[in-house]
Structures are given as C-alpha cells and as structure tokens.
C-alpha cells in the first residue's frame, strides 16, 4: 500500500462533447479512493461552444485559439469557486487542481495532442497548485495520451466482479478493460478508443433539428437504422487494429457525409448504432470477456443507445450508477486522482492503457 499523505482534489474537465465544465472533488493517497465530495457542472453557451468548437483541429499558437483559451480558463476558475461557495469550503481546503483544458488537436501518431487551457492562469486566479498537461509526457514518449482514466476505473473496481469493462461514452467512446489479477501499480489492463461516442449523434442533431444532442435517444427511437450504410461504417481499419489506439473527436466525420438525405430519425438511428457496433468490435482485443459493461459519460443517458449497445453485446449493460458511482463527474474526478498521482510522482500511464513504452508518470505543477 501507498504510504503517501491522502490530499484532497478538484478534477475538472471539458469533454469532447463541447457540453460544458464538470467539477468534482476527492480525497485520495493516489492508490485508493478514500472519499468523493462536491460536484458541479457549468454547461456552454451556444456563442463560446462554436468559438470552441472553431478551434478543433488546431495548436495552441493558432490565430484567435489564445483568446478562446483565456475564457475557457476563467469559466473554470468560476466553477471552482462556485463549487467551493455552494458547498461550504473555502478555497484552502483544495490541495491540488486536476485542470484537462479542452483537447482540439490529438496525432498521438505525429506525437501530438494539444490541451487548451491556461494552468498558470487558473493557479493565479485560485491561489491552488495546478496539475495540468496530463498528457504530454505519455505521447513525447509514444504513447497514445488516450484513454487517461483507465487508473481511476481501476481504483473504483476493487470490489467488483471482473473481468470487467467501464465504457465512458463522451464525443469519443473509450473502454477499460480490467482482469481479475495485477494492482494498481501493476494491473491486469487494458484500454482504447472504441470508435465515435456522442460526437456525431450531437453534430447530426444540431445539423437537423437544432438541438445540441439527442436527448435521451428519442429522434434514433423513432427511426430506422440503414443497414447498408452501417455495415460501410464499421469496414474500417481502425476497428481491426490492435490496441493501443486512440481517435480524434472527428476522425470519423466521414459519417456525416454517409447518412446525409436521411431523415432526422433515421440518420440518428444510423450514427447510434454506428457507436453501438464499434463498442462491440471492441471485445474482439480483450484477453477474456467482461462479465459486466459499466458506462459512465453522457451516453449512459441515451436510453436508445444504451439498448442498442446492450443488443450487440448481449451482456449486462449498466450505467455507472449501478455501484454507486456519478457518471456525470467521474471523469473530472479521475482528472482530481491523476493529479494526485502526478503530485507524488505515480504513474498515470501504463503499456496497457496508452501503449506507454513503461509505466510513466506525466503532468505539470503550477503554483501561485
């Protein structure tokens, strides 16, 4: 066991989604998770989500993505202060700020993921230590700098019935795959992208019927899935190729362009079981089959998706709230562990979840 100081943490993050800032806050020694306490989410105006979603696919020094960075920044900051605020803490109750920024650029093949986000500024505006650029270190040296939470899903298992798979369904699916032997240090794991998570659901129901998401699966509800057009979606290589793997949020944008002429219904019927199928293609690299799929991210919450992936992987599907966890803050609260686990110099990547050439730690400490 760790014989590190337990401190307590404020994870943030900006998903794929382009949904909004989640906050939540755990106390942990790196190793175990001891208590998780407040959360709070800030979602986007229209106006700052396109300004973000303007800086997809570009660096840090781009024109106009400094200005859209700053914001980004600040509305973390006042998140972490009205989290503070409405639960009763003050800000010197918070050791460490896990801060992500917002991912607008990921070529782990080129040895490149670009986080956008100030950490210094968010240390100087708060007066807390910062652990930011969680991903660099893993990608400079190889590795795929995604999945990032397979740890946190790790330390959350230690109770459960494995193998088992915790399937976060944000713009990008992602799974962790958790045997039955190994620790922390040295586990029994496997992570990856699985393929398109909500991203392309999001961008066709904005596309049609002006609407940031599907809610609840109601429009894919009401249509009809295009076989045809699904069984061209999932003949792609990505799917075949062994893990480590990891996507960018529109690296399967193509299927936007497969489903236009459909109606609203029927091409989100389509794009759903798109994520669906390529969630299912995904038990073809496990070392054994999960006896339970755990799904944490806004997916959980498309109640057609869910059926859809519980169909074509004909096993028990379950929304992260099944043990008793929140699935709307566990990925800021894995962000909240790895900075933990940086602080004290712990490994936040593994050969098994990034293809990490070793068990490497990462991240960067800002103070004030």
Known sequence: MTQHQPLTALGLMSGTSLD??????????????????????????????????GCLGLKADASGV??????????HVEVVKRLCNDNGLVLSDIDLIGFHGHTTLHQPEDRLTVQIGDPALLAAQTGIKVIGDFRLNDVAQGGQGAPFASLFHLALS??????????????????????QGGSIEDPEILAFDTGPGNALIDDWAGA????????????????????????????????????????????????????????????????????????????????????RWLVTGGGRLNGTLME???????????????VNQDGDALEAQAFAFLAIRSFYGLSLSLPG???APRALSGGMLYEN
């Open 20 to 53: 909004g800032i989640d906050a939540a806050v755990i106390t942990s020694d790196g190793e175990r998770v001891l208590d998780t306490g407040a959360v709070a989410s800030a979602p986007y105006d229209a106006d700052f989500r396109q300004a973000l979603r």
């Open 66 to 75: 400094a200005k859209v960075a700053r914001e980004l920044t600040l509305r």
């Open 158 to 179: 230690r109770e459960l019935e494995k193998p088992l798979a915790v399937l976060n369904v944000g713009g990008v699916a992602n799974v962790t795959w958790i045997g």
């Open 208 to 291: 049609t019927i002006g609407r940031t998401m599907d809610e609840g699966g109601r429009l894919a509800h009401g249509g009809t899935v295009d076989e045809g057009v699904l069984a061209d979606l999932l003949d792609n290589p990505y799917f075949e190729r062994t893990p480590p793997k990891s996507l960018d949020r529109d690296d399967f944008l193509r299927a936007m362009k497969s489903v236009a002429g459909m109606s609203p219904g029927d091409g989100a019927a389509t794009l759903s079981a798109f994520t669906a199928h390529a969630v299912a293609r995904a038990r073809e690299h496990f070392p054994e089959p999960a006896k």
């Open 308 to 322: 859809m992936m519980a169909r074509a992987l004909n096993v028990t599907v379950d929304p992260i709230e099944a």
């Open 353 to 355: 979840t990034t293809g």
